[in-house]
């Protein structure tokens, strides 16, 4: 029977991802699983400051004003607004599939529940970023931006904590995701503090949204998976960049002058929106990989 392609795809990460004398996974002893998670604090530690030293970077005022300001059925910035409810959507979408009562087993999104809760932390992140977003573009300003900010450094942070369960250990994803996520929050906590004095520094913040977009690709070609559809996570991170993209300034309205229809802060939020959707798709679609041990 011949195989499709979306299978060709699938059982070329499954090799990759089982390549190797042995499964890490398999021989983790108590002292490889500390070496482990040490391992990667200690890469973010080291990348943390790395970080700082760079100069400050202040939040720069002209990122507030979008292209796109119209005013339609009485609310402000409509269609920068109304852009939000995708992620509304997929946020719903994936607290169903994890709260189903058939979602833990061989036939669920994941293999024990204690894997849940990073997944549960990613997409209530998604949904709470529709609604903050929301608020921001209804009228866009410092303070208004950290309910912006804030719900989308938990949803990154439950990604990543998602990504080291699976990957290295469940044990170190669940006790790193509390503190991932208290970093996440600290950063945008830190930024307003800082625009209120007059020093606003998105260094910290920088470093929660980029350092899990690098480390993440790294953990899935270094460590086997648990799961199948390891390649839907590069689709997904494809998708973030491309919003990253649309969201610089000059991007946004050169998008929006060359037709007065759409800008492309807007076409950020879909973008966005479609990354998450991707990552749902995948927790529902995946299978455990044969050969995967639970720690």
């Not at 392609?5 to 499954?14: E, V």
């Not at 950063?187 to 910290?204: F, K, N, P, T, Y």
């Not at 998450?276 to 995948?282: E, F, I, Q, S, V």
């Amino acid at each position: 029977m011949p195989v499709s392609g979306r299978a060709n795809i699938d059982l070329a990460f499954h090799k990759r991802s089982t390549m190797g004398p042995k499964n890490p996974r398999s021989e983790l002893t108590p002292r490889a699983f500390e070496a482990l998670v040490l391992g990667f604090i200690g890469l973010g530690i080291f990348a943390l400051g790395v970080d700082f030293c760079l100069p400050p970077i202040p939040q720069d005022q002209d990122y507030h004003a979008f292209a796109d300001d119209r005013t339609m059925l009485g609310v402000p910035n409509f269609l920068n607004v109304a852009s939000n409810l995708p992620f509304l959507a997929v946020g719903v979408l994936g607290l169903g599939a994890l709260l189903r009562r058939d979602a833990v087993g061989p036939e669920g999104a994941v293999l024990e529940r204690a894997e849940r809760w990073p997944l549960l932390v990613l997409f209530s992140g998604v949904l709470l970023t529709g609604f903050g977003s929301s608020w921001y573009h209804l009228d866009p300003d410092n303070d208004r931006l950290v309910w912006d900010r804030l719900p989308m450094t938990v949803a990154f942070m439950g990604f990543f904590a998602s990504t080291i369960g699976e990957r290295i250990s469940v044990r170190a994803g669940i006790w790193l995701l509390v503190p991932l996520m208290w970093l996440g929050v600290a950063s945008v906590i830190q930024w307003h503090m800082g625009e209120r004095r007059g020093a606003g520094d998105l260094r910290l913040y920088g470093f929660v949204q980029f350092y899990p977009m690098v480390t993440i690709p790294a953990l899935i070609f270094l460590f086997p998976s648990r799961y199948t559809r390891a390649g839907d996570v590069f689709i997904a991170l494809g998708w973030y960049l491309l919003a990253k993209v649309l969201e610089v300034g000059v991007v946004d309205h050169a998008i929006y002058n060359s037709g007065k229809i759409v800008s492309g802060h807007t076409l950020k939020h879909l973008a966005a929106a479609m990354g998450a959707y991707w990552l749902y798709r995948m927790v529902r679609r995946r299978r455990p990989v044969a050969t995967a041990v639970c720690p």
